[in-house]
Every structure is written in structure tokens, then in C-alpha cells.
């Protein structure tokens, strides 16, 4: 019955339904009534056995021909229907991206300026191999002064103006270190030389205003050997202001000054051009040879060993490096201070990648 | 320590400019602080003579003068208010340009009342010479041949003056003579011989008895006292010099007999006393004084004195204190006749210790504080006698010496050599003796084995490492070549304790967590501290600057607590902030502790704080700090899930909302929780906190564990999750239902989650509640069965109820 116009014609309605599909749904309709069980094409191969033997061969080829043919337009089609339908979604999807976001935590946290500038000097100094010492705040007199070579009424203990607590029964008194060569002294105490230690820490003074705060921080630096003199101490501060000061040349002057732990005893201004204030002397720390009665009191032979050390406000540092102006605002937990001024967790100094970033 | 170009020139034979001077004298260690140039600040004022002077034409109250200004010159039409400007009056005039320090202002050309002054006429105000503004200076007539010089030359006080802050190893820079010594061995110039005094005629013998009363114990209180009367003296002021000098350097000119000893105790840094000869009742006593004495001092005030103090008395009890201040029954005054004049050496540390007691700051202390020259006791004596004489007159008696000068030859054995070792820089042995010899040591033997001999005004140079700081000092530190401190070998190692290295990590988790660190007072209130578990009066300060800052902090929370009232007050109040830093529970050192603590206030959570349109911030709870807590101690290298939770945080804590996190009994690691409503209103505190305290010191040390990770455990079966609700009661923890669940297949079940907790509904009224977990198992070797599944599930099932009481929800 059926012949190759049938055939025609068939294949003609089918992929004009195919492509007047109008949605997935309808496409579906289409693919069930053509290659569904049922189907019209289904039908057509039912009938294969009917046929006489020698027209089997051409009209399987024939129909399977067709239903490749309407397969293939069902795919296309469903294809371009998919695209249609995801266009017209995306065409409702709309987000208003000015909108503001969080910026989430790592943007709003800070480390103070005094912890971020202790890790450079601890970076700088751990690259000439000092380790970093650490002693208490609460002190005895002979920590603080005795050991240091400042008897009970040497004009210096009148200096640092010392808070102390309450005596005890036996009339001694601790006291908060006004300093932290106290640490100088539990360092010998405790291990022989060679020694290489910067120690720092919050010392205590009874001073406040503009300038003075009655708790801030130093840094202590010791060094304990046979033989090194003023000469390396010298080299040691200048290395170490080229390094934290990040710039090739710094102009330091020495003076001759006196601390009774030290002897000789200099203070040390540097160039103000260092932080770009050209023309101007900026005092910066206290140092010297250790006393030869510091290194008796600690034990050690002041004839076979000898050092230097120096003491240097770490706050004073800080306000130097960063253009910070006033001391008192480092303790104010002041949070626009501390916004303004800290630094990000993630600025870690290193020599290689830079103390600043 | 003041004093004056001219003044140094008296000892010192110079050509330096002050400024030369200056800059050695800060390289040397006498660090000067100001040098003050009147050239610079008055040199603009001129002396000039009014020639004319007639009424201004549209003012009552002033004039129009003439003044001549220079020999030879046109007249200077000047209008003037001064009551006193008239014709022939010598004044000082400031021409057009002139900065008028006394009324800090600059003149310019400018008509008064339609009348042009091309100048001003100056008050000594104006001039900042005294406080009299009443009318022009008023100059000798004399002083008309000078018309046309400045005003600072014609009147000596062209004179910079050097102000130096003295370190207090040096008393013998307390005298201009010291610092003269110190410049001349620095090379600036020759120090000039000791002037020659007129020889002396003793007159008479000194009738007033000087008596040193002492035990053996205490005579070094005053071991040496000598004085001496010159009678028929005619006081009155010093002369002009004098006075000049005596006001650069701060002090106010008294009467020529005072002023005489305050110029030695300058010129020389020898203190001396003069007393009014006639006043004194009976003898001198130098002896300790006796508790209760008082006496009326010079300064007008009344002391009681006590068994520490040196005093001067007379029969009728103490004159004045040793050392440090004289008495006012006994003063000179313009009326004295007779003067005695004391020259003697009182203890430093007695008068230290004197001076810190009554809280008296005077030149004298100042100086024997430090240590006078125990060798210039006669030559000071002598030194007042002559200048007195020369101002006031009078005659000498003998002076009466009791006692014994305090000299202690100290001979110090010195190996030049030591100098390059210590300091680093070569200096030839010539040089070196050169030095010590300007400065005043004696130098005997060879460089090796030199005998140096101090000088009798250097108390502070005891031993080798002195004598190298005099001669590298003097010989200048720029000649010191900075020395390469020797590497350790290699590469730079890592040189941070454990602890060390946890602080820093725990600072950068905490800033990474959105925590802004701050830097607090380690004392404070010490009701802030009794609140917070300390105020024990062993952690008071005896001294505190203010009750404000009065007692070492027990923990940092009240610090950070305080902080955020003050942001609040400054309207911020969503703060998230920490500080890391030392606290205190005793006064040992060992008591001392590292903690690292945060608050979060307001809605300041890690996600963000404040409304936001994709949803507004919660206000802070206990679990957002929880999550700081467990997050910090991760990062530490400590397992959290390893610490026992328990709820008895202390007090300052929110009592149900709260948790110590503890490993063992006594080991507590941290505390978390949102801060107690009583404690918030007693610090003032108006938004929700929530805090943590971790104990750095407390968490136990990291295993030292091989660098080499251990192989990754990474199965390729797929994990299978369960979820599972129970309903247990109400006050069962949540953690107990995890831990249950996790114990029950260690090595199958990976996870435990609790993803809902439900106490709401027909629940509550039972007292329970529903937590569901979802527990993922992670198959090992080999994929499970469904049975093997609903083993493991049944398994946790049992052990959840046999833990907690609780059953699966159906």
C-alpha cells in the first residue's frame, strides 16, 4: 500500500509539525505520534513483515531513513526551543550590582602600629642573630637600679621618676622597671656569653604630657662577647636605621653622654631627612659599653668579657616612621586611631618582601 | 647650667665662634640645650638722644619728638605716648622693621593721629629687660656720647647665653671653670691660669666657734667646715657685671654678699654661705639634727628636720640644713656689718636623701648631690673673702678650719691598649696622655702599665673603662669606624621562642577575624580591678598619677571594656577589639601572665556589623566569640574539640550564656561568653558584649612534629550521610548528643553536625527539645551495605539514648 510519495508526504507533515512546535510540551506531543510506540513512523516498520521478501530490504532502509531524518529535526528543534526558553529566563533575571557589599573581615581588622613595628625590629635584629629576651613589669629595686649600677641615692633614680608599690614588713618595695635593662641583667644572669638579645617591652614612668605617656615601650639590645666594642655598636645602630628607616644612607651623630649602666655612654641623633624632614637632629636612643660593675654584678669577669647596649623608645620609633604626632593616642583605644594608623594583618614585615609594604 | 660667652672667656683663651662652641660642647657630652643670642633678638635697639619734644597736634597724650640717632644724622620725627619723653632724655629707639618682643609686634610705617612716626621710643618692657612699662627707658645722661650704638653693647648684655644640660656624673661642670677644662682638652682654645688673688691680711682671729658634731659613724655627714668673719663690710648691690651674668643664669641678684657666693657656686661649682655674723648666737654646730627642730629658711617656708639631716646651728638650735639651704634668722642683709662666710663639704648621699625629703631644689643641693671638689673648700673661702672685700670692704680674720678635707687619692692602673679594645678606634699613646693630662690627671709610667691619678674634682672616674670614655669622648666618637659585627655563620636563623611565635600568630588571627587591637593601661581603677578579680593591695600603686591608673590589671577585659565606652561616647558603637598584652594576679613575677582578649560590641560580628540591605547584623553573641575563641586556638595548634567545655566562667560573665574551655580540671585555656549585664552598667557599658580570654601562657605546648605531613587519608568511596532528629530534654547539651554520636564508629563516622535544634511547639511544654544531626560515614576499604548503614545507624541510636535520655523523633 504504502509508496515513496506516501513516504513523502508523511515525512513532509511530520517535520512541519516538528518545527510548528511551539514549546517543549508540543514538541513532545510531536515525538510520541511519530516515533512513539504507536507512532507513525512505529507503524511503518510494523507493517515490514507484510511485505513481500524482495521489498522488505528498501523500504526498512527507506523508513529508517525517516525516522533518522525526524529524529534529528525533533533534537534540533527541542535545542533552539531550550535556547528560547533559557533567553527569555535570563531576560527576567536582572541584579542591581551597584548595590554595596561586605567586605568581610581581613579589610576591617588592624594590628597596632607599636606590634607592627616591634616585628620589624625583631625581623631586622633576628637577621644579625639576636634572640628576643623577655622580663617582667613588676621589679625589685636591685633589678631596676642595684644591679644596674644606680645606688639608692644616685641623681639618676630621681630621673625616672618611679612608681612603686606599697613597702613590705622588711621596708623593701617592688616597683613597675622604668626601663628594660632589667632584662639585660636576667639575661647574664641566666646564660654565659656570647650574647645576642634585643628585649622589649612596656616600662613605666611617672610623666604625663604631649609627650610623655606614664606607661610606654623600649627596646633593650644587648650584646655580650670578648670582643666586641663601640665600633660594631656603631655599625650595629647604623645597619639597623638604614634597615627600619628603609632608606640607603642615614646621617647619625654619636655624643658622648652618661648612663650609669654603660661606660662609655653615647646618645645617638639621626638625620631627620630619614623621614624626610631635611635639616634637622632627631635624639633617638641611649647606649653604650655595659659597666664593668653591671657585668661583676651578673657574675661575668668585666677583664675577659665586655659588650654594649643600647635602649630605644619603640613608641618614639613608630611616630618617626609613620608621621604619628601624638603619643597619648597610642592608649586611647581610640578606633578611628587605630583604623587610621594600624596596619593590615596581612602586611607581614619581612626583610626579603620589604618591613613596609 | 646657664652662663655666658664672656663668662667662659674668663677661663678660656678662645677664638671660636658660639656656635664652634657649642657643637663640641654637645659632642663632648655636655649636651647644650639652648644658646641664647641677644644680637639676634635685640640688636635692632639703638641708644638716641630726644632733641626736641612738643605736644601732638590732635592728642592730648602724646607727643612728637625729635631724636637724634646717630652722631651727625638728620633728626627722627617719632610720636610718643611715654610720660616721660623729653628733651635731653637718653633712650633706646627702635627703628621702622624692629620686632618688639615685649609686645610682639613688628613696626610699620603708619600715621598716629595724621602724624607719621618714623620709629618707636621703648620701655624696658618692651625690651623684655623688666616688667616697667611706665615710660621710656630713662638712660644716665652720660651715656649721650654713645648715641647710635646698640642699646646691648652700651649696656653689656651683648653676651650669648649657652644653657647646658649637665648629665649628673659631672659636678665638675657645675662650675664654668669645669667646662672651660672640658673645651680647652677638646681643642678649643687654652684653659688660662687661676686668677691671682690680692694678698691677704688676716686681720683678726675668727671669734665664732665652728664645731663638728659627729659620731664616728656619721662625721662623714660633713667632715670638713671652714669660715671665716670680715668685719666692718658696707653690703649693697653688686656690681653690674656681676649682676648681669648672675641674671643670665637664671638667678636674681640679692645683695653683694649673696650674690658673691651664688656667682662661686657658678663660676666654680662651690657653694658657700654667707652669715650675718651678728646674728649668730653662741658657735656654729655642724651636727645631724634632732627629730622635731624647725627652722624658718630662706625661702620663707619653716622645715622640721629629722635625725638624717645635716644642720648648721648655733646655740639656740638649727640655722639652716647642710648642703642645701641656709636660714633667714641668720641672713645677710643690706643693714649686715659683719659676715661670716662658710665653705664646707657635705655627704652626697645625705644630701640627696635630705633634699628629696623636704622637697628642696636649690643650687647648692644640686651640686653636692653630685660631689663638690672636696679640694675647694679653702680656695672658694678665699676666693668670696677677695671679692667680697672688693665690693663691701671690710676686714678679713683668719679663717678657722674644722676638720679635714675628704680627698682619697684614687690612682688608677691603665693599659692603653685598653682604649682600641673597648671603643674600637687607634689612638697613639701621645694623644692619649695628651687628653688625660688637659683634663687633669696625672700620668705616671708606661702605656702599658700607666698609673693615671684622678683629678680631686672627678668623683665619677673609678676604673679603666672611664678613663676610655674621657679620652674617646674627648677625642671625638665620629673618629670611632663603625666594625661589622660578626655574622653567625649562614643564613639568618629563626630566633622566636614557641610562645613568641604563638603571640604574633594569635595577633594576625585576631586582626583577621575583623578584631581592631588596641593598646590599653596596665594599671587602672582599682574598683574596675576588685571587679575583675583583682585589687589586692599588693598590686597597688603607692604612687599612682591617678586613681585612674591605681592598680596593675587583673585581666585586660576592663581595659577594652573601658574602650568601648569611650568609642561609644564618640558614636561608635559596633566595635570589635583586642589586645594581646600581660596581665597581673600577684605581685612574683611567675604571677605575671600573657592574655589575648577580645570584645565585640553591638552588632559587630565577623560577618559585618549594622543594617545592610542583604540582611541587618545581629547583635553579638556568646557564639560569634565562641567562634574567635575556637578559631585562635586552632590556628595555635591546639584542638579545641580535645578541651572540656563547662559553664562556670566567672562573673563578669553572662552566668548562662557563658564557658570556660578547659583541658583538665585546673587547666583553663579560655573563657567566652556575652559580659554580664550588672558588670556592662558598672562600666558604663550601653550596647550587648560578648568577650573572650584566652591564656597563651596555659595552652599546652605544640608536639614538635616532623615538617613531613603525614600521607593524606583520602578514600575514593563516596561518603554516605544520615540525618537523625531526637527530641532529648530540654537541659540535655547538644555537644553531648555530637559526642555520642561521634564515639559510637570512630573509624567509619567522619562527621557530626547539628544542623537544627527545635525547642518550640507542644516540646517546650514536655521540657525537650528536637537536635538533628546529620552524620556522614566515610566508607575505608570498601563501599556498605544498606545493612551495614542501618547498623552504624542503629548503633547511634542506641548510644544518643543511652548518653542523653534521648530518642529519635518520629
Redesign the interface.
Known sequence: MSTSSDLSTLERELLAEISGAGDLAALDAVRVSSLGKKGRVSELMSKLGSLPPEERKSFGQTVNALKTKVAEALDTRKADLETAALDERLKTERADVT??V?????A?????P??QVL?EV?EI????????AE????ETDEMNFDKLNI??????R??HDT?????KADGS??L?RTHTSPVQIRTMVAQKPPIRIIAPG?V?R?D?DQTHT??FHQVEGL?IDET?????L???L?EFCKAFFEVDEVKMR?????F?FT?????VDIGAEAIGKPGQWLEILGCG?V??NVLRNCGLD?EKY?GFAFGVGLDRLTMLKYGIPDLRS???????W??HY?F??LD?PTLGGGLSS | MKFTLSWLKDHLETDKSVDELATVLSAIGLEVESVEDPAKRLGAFKIARIVEAKKHPNADKLQVVQVEIAKGQPLMEVVCGAPNARAGLVSVFAPLGTYIPGSKITLEKKPVRGVVSNGMMCSAAELELSEDSDGILDLPAEWADKVGQAYIDAAGLNDPIIEVKLTPNRPDCTGVRGIARDLAAAGMGTLKPEPKLAPLNEAFDCKIPVKLEFTPETTDACPVFAARTIRNVTNGPSPDWMQNRLKAAGLRPINALVDVTNYISLDRGRPLHVYDAQKIKGALHARLGKNGEKFLALDGKEYTVDDTMCVIADDTGPLGLGGVMGGESTGSTLETKAVLIESAYFDPVRTAATGRKTGLVTDARYRFERGVDPASERPGLDLATDMIMKFCGGEASKAKVAGKEPIEERVISFDYARVEKLSGVKLSDAEITKILKALGFKVDGKPNAAKVTVPTWRPDVHGPADLVEEVVRIAGLDRIPATPLPRTDGIARAVLTDKQKRARRARRLLAARGFVEAVTWSFIPKGEATHFGGGSAELDLANPISVEMSSMRPGLLPGLLTTVTRNRNRGLTDVALFELGQAYRGEKPEYQYLSAAGVRAGTARLTGSGRHWDGNAAPVGVFDVKADVFAALTALGVDPAKGQITSDAPHWYHPGRSAALKLGPKTVLAYFGEIHPATLKTLDVESPVSAFEIFLDALPPEKKKSRAKPPLAASDLLPVTRDLAFIVPKDVAAGDVVKAAVNSDKSLIKTVNVFDVFEGGSLAAEGKKSVAIEVTIQPATETLTDQAIETITQKIITDVRKATGGDLRS
Open positions: 548595590l554595596p561586605r567586605f568581610g573581615p581581613v576591617q581588622g588592624r594590628i597596632h607599636v606590634s616585628d625583631v635584629f633576628a637577621d644579625m642573630g639576636f634572640s628576643v622580663g617582667p613589669d613588676i645606688p639608692a641615692e644616685h641623681p639618676a630621681q630621673d612608681f612603686y608599690f606599697s613597702p618595695r617592688l613597675l612596656r613605666y611617672m604625663s606614664p606607661m650584646v666586641t666594642h663601640m665600633g660594631h656603631k655599625w650595629v647604623q654619636f655624643r658622648a653622654s652618661h650609669p661606660e662609655p655612654s653615647m646618645e659599653m659597666h664593668p668585666p665586655q597610642f592608649f586611647s583605644g581610640d578606633l578611628k587605630l583604623s594600624g593590615s594583618m607581614v
